[in-house]
């Protein structure tokens, strides 16, 4: 690795970051923090008639119409709900366009319905959708994209656009324009990126983003789910645990409602109500609260109605938030859909919650050696006292109540290793008076049996799950230990939330820099009379001064 | 009307011998004196022997921070890229008056359609009649941009305040700096090559390699120095980094910094490693009085053996800082640049010999800091 940049003037270098989503620093647009398409979308009215109306009275004199009767640039791209609320703002930022909240609404609407991505097409790439922190793409295997596009973007910003050739060698001629430094930038110079840029990459969009595709035609013409009615859901919460209950789902003006009753791992109660909006015919954006914390929801509508899966998460913190997934209630099927926790160690009790649909029918097993007591069941919940004896065989278990069954469960005697997951994680300082509030890092300690080759770290081993850990902090490397990351960048806490230290310049650092870091996040499990560590790569990074929808 | 002309004749041939004489007299009584920029519309004249700053003067319709700066050959104005990188202004150092402005895009004129920025390459003619600024246009058609081939817009400086250009001059992408030879024969263009452009056309009369040259187990070389400081010296001088393909690249001698160097009086251009690399370098400075000895910044001040291709010496900053000027005795370094002071050091030690504070501590910012002679 190259030099350490140290930089207290305000330039935030991050080439070693690149790679990690979310850790890049891209663009100069600022996006309001209020600027998400499920605030208060719920007033969208109007529909079709109104979108196309607005369209033509508010875009139609710089966008004209072509030969075939289409408007230019604004018919030959699809994108999803927060890819067209990302053009909007450009248009209302950069061109002057007057729209009203509600006019913008209608045309996210319109626009998502209309041009918006097929289930299938935004599948690889709802982690950017749902705001998940801490996700490692995948690099692009065509041609230069992932160094031309997703040095800067996400692969998903890139991914979740659809255009002709044509259209994106206009969307290259805007990236330019716009940003004239493009070209000597760290991570634009070291290649001709405009000459790149503006002959093979469109070609290269165009044919594997392409603007029309089957997918998106049968998705056109496809019956689109009501999804009102009741629902087991079970999810979990990096840091906090496993939850689960049901939700009722009822239909709202331009969208539904949602009340939540769930139960945490220990069997607290969580209420949580909202309202939400389906763009796309799948697209399920809402805002609510959960547990009295304002929180908004990004999930899919599976193609039938059965199911939604996503994630939701603290509106004022995206990082911080939880998986969802939701079973519609009243088929003849049963599911489990979660578990409290998803292990047993040998010659122990445990007090265990299942999640899902069904439930309510049907023998539970755990597999040999393993005892279950129900002590209460629902068709949506079931809490049973289960006991591993002694002997019972460590390894992977299929769970299962009737016909229904999970694979995550396992039952251990001892640890063979613990991983802290992510294993490579960024956080953000903010604060100190700054306007940019500080972007917090969850790490897990999650025990690991070896698996049958009897080697910890490959393919085969088995997912535990995560245990209770203490947690400290060490420098990542030498560059680190000089500059006392360790001692500046933040701290852990007791449940493994990295929190940064304070933003701006600290005259008590070396070069008065700010409180980036470089660290190594160790975990520390007590596993009877063993004690196993892990550990994973937290980079504490410069503020994100703009944050768009999607990165 | 016959007695008038006499009289003016007068005036004028007082006037060019008041000028001689001041000319004349400058040598022995001008001292150096820096010129860099502040957030949001500032350029500020410090002098250097007294740390102190001696005039702050505001750029009108300067936007949100000066940009590159080049002084008139005479030192009286202050040419500096503003406006948010579309527009240059010519600020009369005494006076404190825009004596020349030119507004780059024409998207708000009749028709117009092109906006256009400077990005950071501008050098003015060593006569002070013409004024290079690198361009990067893009035309804004209804509904999409379609980006333009980049150029070299020249300026008469003599045209003032609404100046446009008299020469538009084809020339490569992704120049950072442009710097005219002595003599005003070529115009030095550093961009992903140093290219020796004809000042009357833009033709490419010569090309030295920098992101081409061609060494064996050796990366291109990456260079980005937005700072003209060649000044001082009539040398232009930036770092340059590369890595070495045959060794792997956790091996502490595979990434080499090194320092390119061209003279401006003889166009003889050299790149040359000087160290494995240990630290940032954003800019460097050729020292006047010893041709040899450069310096360097970032959040290190370093001094270097251009000959002998080593480091000499380095010292920590308190700060980063992104610009660095020499004085014309070879004494002493300035580091400026990112935040609102100016630090002295002296090229002997690299000790910390004197400060300079801008009131109410704006950023310079990417400001260019310049010495000029007064």
């Known amino acids: 690795m190259g030099p350490r940049r140290r930089d207290s003037g305000g330039t935030a270098p991050a080439d070693q970051w690149h790679g990690v989503l979310f850790g890049a620093l891209a663009g100069t647009m600022l996006f309001g923090g209020a600027m998400t398409i499920a605030d208060d979308a719920f007033a969208a009215g109007g529909g079709a008639t109104d979108g196309r109306a607005l369209i033509q009275e508010r875009c139609s004199s710089c966008h004209q119409k072509e030969a075939d ?83 800067c973007h996400s692969v998903a910003r890139v991914g979740l656009q659809r255009r002709d050739a044509d259209e994106w ?115 399920w954006r809402g805002t609510g609260t959960l547990d009295g914390k304002p929180v908004r929801e990004v999930f899919a509508a599976s193609r039938d109605g059965s199911r939604l899966d996503g994630r939701w ?61 129900i002590l209460s069941r629902s068709p949506t919940a079931m809490t049973v006292e289960a006991t591993a004896a002694a002997d019972a065989a460590p390894g992977a278990r299929s769970l299962t109540v009737g016909g229904a069954r999970t694979d995550g469960f396992a039952v251990y005697a001892t640890l063979d290793s613990v991983r802290v997951e992510p294993d490579y994680a960024i956080a953000r300082i903010g604060g100190n008076s700054g306007p940019v509030p500080p972007m917090t ?58 929190m940064p230290a304070g933003a701006g310049p600290n005259p008590q650092r070396q070069f008065g820099t700010n409180n980036i870091g470089d660290l190594k996040i160790v975990g520390t499990v007590q596993d009877g009379s063993a004690t196993l560590t892990g550990s994973g790569r937290l980079i504490s990074t410069v503020q994100r001064w703009n944050d768009p929808p999607i990165h | 009307m016959r007695n008038r002309r006499p009289i003016v004749q007068t005036a004028s041939r007082l006037g060019g011998l008041l000028a001689a004489l001041l000319l004349a007299a400058s040598p022995a009584a001008a001292k150096d004196y820096l010129l860099t920029g502040a957030k949001p519309d500032k350029l500020v004249l410090v002098d250097a022997a ?30 500096v890229i503003n406006n948010h990188l579309g527009s240059v202004s010519g600020v009369d150092l005494d006076s404190g008056k825009q004596v020349f402005r030119a507004d780059f895009s024409t998207t708000g004129e009749p028709g117009g359609d092109l906006r256009v920025r400077a990005l950071f ?41 609404g100046a446009k250009p008299v020469r538009l001059l084809p020339a490569p992408r ?32 010569e090309t030295h390699k920098v992101l081409n040259w061609t060494r064996a187990n050796h990366s291109p070389p990456d260079v980005l120095d937005i700072w003209p400081q060649f000044e001082q010296a009539a040398t232009l001088s930036t770092p340059y980094s590369t890595a070495r393909t045959d060794l792997a690249a956790t091996d502490p001698g595979a990434a080499r910094t090194g320092l390119m160097t061209l003279d401006l009086a003889t166009g003889r251009m050299d790149m040359r490693d000087f160290e494995d690399t240990s630290a940032v370098i954003f800019s460097s400075v050729i020292s006047p ?68 504070e801008i009131a109410g501590c704006p950023d310079q910012g990417m400001a260019s800091l310049r010495v000029i002679r007064r």
């Open chain 2, 289 to 356: 009085v010893n041709r040899t000895e450069a310096y360097s910044v970032y959040t290190q001040l370093s001094k270097i053996d251009t000959d002998g291709g080593r480091l000499v010496k380095r010292v920590d900053l308190p700060h980063t800082y992104y610009a660095i000027n020499i004085s014309s005795d070879g004494k002493e370094v300035y580091v400026g640049g990112t935040a609102c002071d100016i630090g002295v050091y002296s090229t002997d030690t690299l000790d910390r010999v004197g400060q300079v």
């Open chain 2, 50 to 79: 007294a740390r102190k700053v001696e005039r702050v003067l505001t750029i009108p319709g300067g936007g949100v921070a000066p940009s590159t700066i080049v002084p008139s050959p005479d030192g009286r104005v202050a040419y």
């Open chain 1, 313 to 373: 998460f603290l509106t004022q913190q995206d990082e911080v938030g939880g998986s969802l997934h939701a079973l519609r209630i009243g088929g003849t099927a049963s599911a489990i859909l979660g578990t409290s926790q998803s292990f047993l160690k040998a010659g122990t009790t445990a007090r265990i919650t299942l999640w899902g649909a069904g439930l309510d029918r049907g023998e539970i097993a755990f597999g040999p050696g393993v005892s279950a007591k």
């Open chain 2, 174 to 205: 992704r120049i950072a700096v442009l710097a005219f030879s002595k003599d005003g024969g070529t115009l030095w263009a550093l961009g992903w090559d140093l290219y020796g452009l004809d000042p009357k056309t833009g033709a490419v009369k």
């Open chain 1, 169 to 283: 060698t206009r969307l290259v001629n805007f990236h330019l324009g716009q940003w004239p430094t493009i070209e000597y930038s760290a991570q634009g110079r070291d290649r001709k990126w405009w000459e790149i840029a503006s002959t093979q990459i469109p070609q290269l969009l165009g044919t594997k983003f392409p603007f029309k595709t089957d997918a998106w035609t049968d998705w056109q013409a496809a019956p689109k789910p009501d999804l009102a009615g009741r629902w087991a859901v079970a999810g979990h919460r990096p840091g906090i645990g496993s939850y689960g209950g049901t939700a009722t789902v009822t239909k709202a003006e331009n969208g539904y409602r949602v009340t939540y009753e769930l139960t945490d791992a220990a069997g607290k109660p969580l209420s949580g109500e909202g309202r939400s909006v389906v763009y796309t015919g799948y697209e």
């Open chain 2, 121 to 161: 390459g501008m050098d003015v003619s060593p006569d002070g009649k013409e004024l290079y600024v690198f361009q990067s246009p893009v035309r804004l058609l209804p509904g999409e941009y379609r980006v333009e081939d980049t150029r070299i817009a020249v300026y008469n400086t003599a045209d003032g305040v």
């Open chain 1, 69 to 151: 009767g289409t408007l230019h640039r604004i018919d030959h791209v699809r994108k999803t709900p927060e890819g067209w609320t990302m053009t909007l703002f450009r248009m209302r930022q950069f061109h002057g366009v007057a729209l009203s909240e509600e006019e913008q609404r209608t045309l996210v609407a319109y626009f998502a319905d209309r041009q918006g991505l097929a289930p299938e097409e935004t599948a690889p790439y709802r982690y950017v959708l749902e705001r998940r922190p801490a996700v490692v793409e995948e690099p692009v295997t065509d041609g230069d994209l992932s160094v031309m596009c997703a040095r």
């Open chain 1, 441 to 498: 890092a969850q790490f897990e300690a999650v025990g690991y049996l070896n698996g049958p080759d009897g080697k910890p770290g490959t393919e085969d081993d088995v997912r535990v799950g995560p245990m209770p850990a203490s947690w400290n902090v060490e420098p990542f490397n030498e560059a680190a230990a000089q500059m006392q990351d360790a001692k500046f960048a933040g701290a852990m806490g007791p449940t493994g939330l990295f």
